[in-house]
Each structure stands twice: as C-alpha cells, then as structure tokens.
C-alpha cells in the first residue's frame, strides 16, 4: 500500500499532541525562570524551592496513576480536554498565590495549628492544582498515539510530540523573563496559562476515535491496526468499555515493573534540570533574568535532536531484523551512554558557563530520546486498552523519583551553600543525573530480557 493511498491524517493528531506538550512544558516552567526573582521577593531557601517544586512532583505522582485510568475509562478525547482546562486553571492560579497561601494561614490559624509561610503555602497548592491537571497529558498522548500509529512508526511520533517538551522549554525563556520585566511576574503566570485554552478548540474539532474519524480514509484506518494483526483487539468504544482492568493484574507483570523502574530513574533527572537549572546558573554564574535566556534557549533546543533522532533511532535497528521492543532496547543502551559527559560539567565549568550549559544540554537531549522510547515499550508490550493505565503507574513512579531528586538536591545546596561551597552540592547531583540511565536501562533489561508480549488482558 503507498502512502499516497495510505493518507497522513494520524498525523495531524500527533500536530495536535505536540501543541499540547508544548502548552504543557510552557506553564510548567514559568516558576523555575522566576525562581531566583521569587526567591529574593520571599525570602524562600532552596529547602522552601524545594518542597514547592516537590509539591508539584508529588501531585503529579499520585494523579498520574488515577490519569491512566480515567482516560482509559472515558477516552482519550474528553480525558485531554479535561486535563488541559484543570492545567491551564492551576497555572493561572499561580497569579494569586498570595492570596491562596493567606487564605491557608488564616484557616490554620482558626484551628491553631502553625503554617508554612504564606508564599509557600499559597505556591505549593497552585502546583499542586498545575500537576493534578499535567498529570494527564503524557497517558493521553500516548494512548492517542497508540490510537492512531501502527508499531513501527509510534515511537517516532512519539519522539515528535514528545519535542513540544523541548519548545515548551525553548519559548519560556524566550518569552516569560520578558513579560515579568514588562508587566509583572503574575502577568507572565496568566498570559502563559490562558494559551491552553485556545488548544482545547482545535482538540474539540479535529480528534476523534480512528473507527469514528471521518477525515481518516479507510486505507489510512487499515495501516494503522496493521501492525495489530497477529493479536487483533476487539473495538472498544466510549459508549461500550471494555473490562476493567486491576492494578494488582498490571502490576503482576515484569513488563510493567520494567518501565516502572526506568521511569522511577530518569524522570526526576529532567524534572532537576527543568525546575533548577536557573538557579544553578545564579548561584554558580551569578546570571540573573535575561542573562540566562540565550543558554537556556540553545540548551533546550539542542534536545530537540535526541527527542525526534531518539524517536527515529530504533527503527535502524528494526529494519536489521530485530523486533520493535529489541530494536528499542538497543537503541536505549546507546543513549544511555551519552548523560555520561555531565560528569565533566563541574570539573570543566571554571571555564565559564558555557561548557555546563552544553554538556548538559547533551545529557537532556539524551534524556529526551530515551523518554521517547521509554514511554513506547509500553505500546510495544500491552494491549491497547492498557496503555493509559500503564503509564499512569510509571509516571506515577516517575514522580515519586522527581520528589526525591528535588528534595534531596534542595538539602544539599542549602548545607553545602552555608559552607561557602555550593558546587559540591550541583556535583553530586550532576554526578548522579550522569548514571542513572546505565542503571536503569540495566534493571529494565534483567526484568525483560526478551521481547513477550501481552495477550491475556
């Protein structure tokens, strides 16, 4: 079948879901461009940074094991619309933090109990509010793209969805320094919240189940179950799901704690750069607001390359015979390697900034790449009707990680900043962001050793 008879319809989904992950990176990232700025406004430590950035983290964790199965019970259309509305709410929320976090202490105060400063407080439950609503963008984009791709082309579309995490981080700082120099640091919280509304539109219109899709032609819907035909699955509609799978059920496979752990590793590392890469350039660098703009431009654009070559990279291996979940594996060993050139980012930073900010920007594009694959090993493995599920429990772990990465980096800034010697602190924890692909990709490979299949959910 040529592709001209096949239609590219899937394809403007996968536009569609790369808007949304652009959205989604967007509001996540205003706080951590404004940190160093809030920070001297309320006087936060990293400690106070830390518990709100793992607020988020944590949230997020917990939402995302309840996402999977909300969008697996609903569909993929109306899970997406709500997510991105609650979303694009907590991140406008953040605007008027002050005022949630005043509204917190007075309530503790009326039980007599002690609260958190008001800042914090107030931060801590718009980002709770931000992650519960992000919580559902990746098991929804990857139950789309399981939708709506066959085997051999998900982790490519996943890699270019995946990228809008990339422009996401491109355009914030390009645009959210600017807008709170212009108009104030709430302003630049309403502004870049609001755009996940205008997305909700174009998802209402053009989205809808392939078996229901009038724009998808009938040779385009045939390639895309083409890669199902050994194990077809039965169609499940939103009127008519399917049975419920248990957690207990999912979790009994090795296949699960796989991606589990892989996700439990790394998750956290992009979570560090993203939410604490401004303020390392502050306290190493002393680079304030627009200083850091252009490296962290270029830093986030260099991982455009690993999200859409990492998507791309199994398929070298795919057409030399291996399966789609070797292929991957393959391909995930190789980009494990390359976080390694992070451990050179202290020893080498008396240089000047520029030589951390690039090798770290190889080490999150690395990152990127193996998210898109990580996240397709799931599709590789499990029916369909799971996916959402599945990756709500990785993400799940993914968080739990992050809370810990974030914490524990917060800790040791603050201890190693009283000695005077604050990068001791950035080089055990770029030290470890350097590894824990290695490891992981070790423990995911002794848990799976061989591709198998599911086929009896």
């Known amino acids: 079948m040529s592709q001209q008879s096949v239609g590219k319809y899937r394809w403007t989904i996968c536009a569609l879901l790369f808007f949304a992950t652009t959205v989604n990176y967007l509001d996540r990232q205003v706080l951590s461009l404004l940190a160093p700025d809030l920070s001297k406004e309320f006087g936060w430590t990293n400690t106070d940074y ?21 969008i697996d019970k609903i569909g993929t259309k109306k899970a997406y619309l709500l997510a991105i509305a609650v979303w694009s709410l907590g991140a406008i929320m953040h605007a008027y933090s002050i005022a949630v976090g005043q509204s917190v202490a007075n309530a503790f105060a009326a039980l007599g ?25 990746f098991p929804a984009a990857i139950k789309a793209t399981a939708e709506y791709f066959p ?3 998900r982790s490519f579309a996943t890699g270019i969805f995946n990228s809008g995490a ?46 229901k899709q009038k724009y998808l032609s009938a040779g385009e819907l045939a390639y895309i179950n083409s890669g199902d035909v050994q194990n077809p699955e039965p169609v499940v509609t939103e009127e008519t799901p399917g049975k419920k799978i248990s957690w207990m059920k999912l979790l009994s496979y090795k296949q699960t704690w796989a991606f589990v752990i892989g996700k439990f590793m790394t998750d956290g590392i992009w979570w560090f750069f993203l939410f604490w890469l401004p303020k390392y350039l502050e306290a190493q660098y002393q680079m304030h607001k627009t ?29 030399r015979g291996y399966s789609a979940y070797d ?115 070790s423990m995911m490979k002794f848990l799976v050793p061989t591709y198998k299949e599911i086929t009896d959910l």
């Open 151 to 153: 085997k051999q082309e």
């Open 113 to 137: 109990l002690a609260a958190v400063p008001v800042s914090v407080a107030g931060f801590m439950i718009s980002r709770a509010v931000l992650a519960f609503g992000e919580a559902g963008n």
């Open 291 to 319: 200083d850091i703009v252009i490296p962290l431009a270029v830093l986030y654009s260099m991982t455009m390359i690993g999200s859409i070559g990492g998507g791309w990279f199994p398929s070298y291996f795919m057409k």
């Open 50 to 70: 830390a518990n709100i950035t793992a607020a988020f983290q944590f949230v997020y964790a917990i939402s995302m094991l309840f996402a999977g199965r909300l």
């Open 327 to 441: 292929g991957r594996m393959r391909a995930m060993l190789v980009i494990a390697l390359f976080p390694l050139v992070v451990l050179l980012a202290q020893p080498l930073g008396y240089l000047g900034p520029w030589i951390p900010v690039l090798l770290i920007g190889i080490g999150t594009s690395a990152h990127q790449a193996w998210s898109a694959n990580i996240f397709t090993t799931v599709s590789d493995m499990f029916p369909k009707k799971s996916v959402a599920s599945i990756v709500g429990i990785g993400g799940m772990a993914g968080g739990i990680g992050g809370v810990l990465v974030s914490k524990i980096g917060g800790w040791l800034f603050d201890y190693y900043g009283k000695l005077g010697h604050i990068q001791t602190g950035y080089t055990i924890m770029f030290t470890f962001c350097a590894v824990s692909y290695l490891l992981a990709w």
């Open 166 to 211: 990339n422009i996401g981080a491109i355009l914030a700082p390009l645009t959210v320094p600017w807008i709170a120099a212009t108009w104030g640091w709430e302003t630049a919280f309403i502004v870049i919240g609001a755009i996940g509304f205008i997305w909700m539109i174009f998802w209402n219109m053009f989205y809808e189940k392939p078996e």
